[in-house]
């Protein structure tokens, strides 16, 4: 029987659909319109091919030939793990993920979705066509990599938030991941955000199982954090031993 701890990084910038409407570095709609067509003419054209099927030039400046490929991409990653997580043409150095300096300078702003273009500003993914992406299998765990910016941040968070004290050292965090959802289910939290505060965001860290394994098997009933995603937290059943009554009770120390 083996737990399997990690972070979460819940912060929702981004997360619902009014916060996307000019997210895009590129026109997203011209985009995928531009893909579609690539995709009905077929066939090769002179420039780098795509990273998923390897038959059809790129369009723009993505790594893959239309939606269909892209979406491959984010889904199942690369086919080829020997070469670099963000360009997809050079060897990855022995040990790193990465080719070079220079891609792995990229690496740490990249989308968490596709990994192989910047991220837009404030935002986890690089425009509308990996949002509607991941929005089509929500809600959806990503695993933000060591060494991202993202990763920095909220290991940062952590660690200057924890007041326990000598007598319960700092733990060392294993894993980050970022939670996408949709707007039906995001709607009463972001409602009760703009309700706390309109100006600031909210990040906070869940000690807490994400994955339960007894003997071969997962055992999803246990894992917490998968159980949270489909139905949220219910306030009937907390406590009513706190200060303020039954309730859903928060702390800006991480260690609480």
Known sequence: MSYYPAELDSDDEGSIEYDWDNDSQIDNDA?????????????????????????R???????????????????????????????????????????????????????????????????????????RIATKSTPLILEI???????????????????????????????????????????????YRFFVSASSSIYSVLNATLFYFKGNGWVQQKAIVCNILKTSFSVSIAKTSGAFGAGIYTSSASNK
């Open 57 to 131: 030039s790129v369009c723009r400046d993505y790594v893959t030939c239309g939606l269909t490929c892209i979406e491959k991409l984010c889904k199942d990653g690369p086919s080829d793990i020997a070469l670099c997580t963000y360009c997809h043409k050079r060897p990855k150095l022995a040990g790193k993920d990465q080719c070079g300096q220079t891609c792995a300078d990229k690496a740490k702003i990249a989308c968490l979705l596709c990994k192989a273009r910047p991220r837009n500003g404030r935002y986890h993914l690089c425009g509308r066509t990996c949002k």
């Open 145 to 191: 990599p060591k060494n991202h910016t993202t990763y920095d941040m909220v290991e940062n968070k952590f660690k200057s938030s924890w007041s326990a004290g000598a007598s319960n050292p700092l733990p060392k965090i294993k894993k980050i991941f970022k939670i996408i959802e949709n707007n039906e289910f995001l709607m009463p939290y972001d409602q």
């Open 31 to 55: 985009l995928s319109l531009d893909m579609d067509r690539l995709q009905i003419r077929g066939g090769s054209a002179a420039g780098p091919l795509c990273v998923v099927c390897k038959t």
